[in-house]
């Protein structure tokens, strides 16, 4: 089982694909809490050249809570990842955490049920961009 769903988006900018990987994730109900440029945070603590590469912490509040109240350490999972991040000029790939797969060593059924939910609607968030 892969850890991750995942897209590649040809012939688009790299700001273009952070926008309608944010817009889709609007739609499921998903915010962006953090947005942590890698590249530029590479660059300025070690001085070492990267590709354009973003992690994007998407939270859906709703599906948070039914989370916490299922499981009070499942904050150390949370918000759920994206990535966006661009190794050739033109492709970019869009990718976020299979939930899933990331529960499964958590031993509680109804975390389970929750994870699912919510890998639908990540699925459904990187088909549409």
């Known amino acids: 089982m892969s850890y ?22 609007k739609e499921e109900g998903f915010g962006v809490l953090t947005e942590i440029d890698i590249k530029a945070t590479l660059k300025k ?32 999972m949370l918000p759920c990842n994206v990535i966006v991040q661009e190794r050739e000029a033109g492709t970019v790939e869009v990718s976020a955490v299979d939930p899933a797969a990331s529960m499964m060593a958590v031993q509680n059924d109804a975390l389970a049920g929750i994870a699912k939910d919510v890998q639908k609607k990540l699925t459904k968030v990187i088909k549409s961009i």
């Open 4 to 25: 991750y769903i995942s897209t590649t988006l040809k012939n688009t900018t790299f700001e273009e694909a952070i926008e309608k990987t944010t817009a889709a994730l």
């Open 45 to 76: 603590k070690l001085d070492a050249d990267f590709y354009n590469y973003t992690i994007l912490g998407a939270c859906n509040p709703q599906m948070a809570h039914q989370a916490l109240q299922a499981e009070n350490k499942i904050g150390t």
